[in-house]
């Protein structure tokens, strides 16, 4: 991965506008694509470590959107 752009996440402004179950989707794709960096992290394969943390925080606010909709 090169950069921020190449992980497809979305503009909060575009998410609060989603519907629950889209919210709850978006989440766990970005979920998964977490546990990917981090695996990749851990063998020593992944460059931009800065990825990890961006990525930990897009998936907390997905979270707290989720709950304001519920």
């Known amino acids: 991965m ?5 992980l ?3 503009k909060l ?3 609060r506008k989603l519907s629950l ?3 709850l989707e978006e989440a766990k794709n970005a979920q998964r ?3 990917t960096l981090r695996m990749k992290l851990r063998l020593g394969e992944l460059k ?3 990825l990890v943390k961006f ?3 897009y998936v907390a606010q997905l979270k707290t959107i989720a709950t304001n909709k519920s």
Do not use: A
């Not at 090169?2 to 190449?6: E, L, P, R, T």
């Open 48 to 50: 931009q470590t800065h």
């Open 13 to 15: 402004d575009t998410v």
């Open 55 to 57: 990525l930990r925080k």
């Open 2 to 6: 090169k950069d921020i752009k190449d």
């Open 21 to 23: 179950e889209k919210v």
């Open 8 to 10: 497809n996440i979305k």
């Open 33 to 35: 694509t977490l546990f």
